[in-house]
T-cell receptor
């Protein structure tokens, strides 16, 4: 079974600075997706960024980028120029790309990000 | 607007009183699933459905039931709720054969069982 580990329960960053959230995963599959979801106080689950395992290029979405290391099974999220609105719980998640085994998104336990002035 | 809609958003009930949380999606997704979120545990899958009339257990199915009679709806049923089912519940959906694997989430249902 796949597992996802987020080893940082809480992180703090100053406004305008850069922060990196860590995520490692374990799988025997070669074709899969990785995601970072953001959960603000409103509780809504918002997709931040997505990475397909077959792509070597790291995904970027504006101030958000990932460092995807497939061999090391690592998928960290970098937030540049942090803003107050980035304060939230961040979840790393894994999903198989094979239809037969894509039965769920496996989540890490989350990292709560605090943004200070 | 593409969305997953859950109801109710908030519910306080008592032990043993049957309740249903509804979930509906308008994106023609084959796959639907229920998750519960508890502090320190992340989101854990309760049940999922790969298509109409096809459902299966997730990681924490005890005390829950589901049905998938129509493609757009996937209700979660608590036949006899207990306090350990107090949690934040999310319904989610996605394409299976096409798409990017992304799950689309409802806004969550906060359930308290007294």
């Amino acid at each position: 079974a796949q597992t996802v580990t987020q080893s940082q329960p809480e992180m703090s960053v100053q406004e305008a600075e850069t922060v990196t959230l860590s995520c490692t995963y374990d799988t025997s599959e070669s074709d899969y997706y990785l995601f970072w979801y953001k959960q603000p106080p409103s509780r809504q689950m918002i997709l931040v960024i997505r990475q397909e395992a077959y792509k070597q290029q790291n995904a970027t979405e504006n101030r958000f980028s990932v460092n995807f290391q497939k061999a090391a099974k690592s998928f960290s999220l970098k937030i540049s120029d942090s803003q107050l609105g980035d304060a939230a719980m961040y979840f790393c998640a894994y999903r198989s790309a094979n239809t037969g085994t894509a039965s769920k998104l496996t989540f890490g336990t989350g990292t709560r990000l605090q943004v200070t002035l | 607007e593409a969305q997953v809609t859950q109801n109710p958003r908030y519910l306080i009930t008592v032990t043993g009183k049957k309740l249903t949380v509804t979930c509906s999606q308008n994106m023609n997704h084959e796959y639907m699933s229920w998750y519960r979120q508890d502090p320190g545990l992340g989101l854990r899958q309760i049940y999922y459905s790969m298509n109409v009339e096809v459902t299966d257990k997730g990681d924490v199915p005890e005390g829950y039931k589901v049905s998938r009679k129509e493609k757009r709806n996937f209700p979660l049923i608590l036949e006899s709720p207990s306090p350990n089912q107090t949690s934040l519940y999310f319904c989610a959906s996605s394409f299976l054969v096409r798409g990017t694997g992304e799950l689309f989430f409802g806004e969550g249902s906060r359930l308290t069982v007294l």
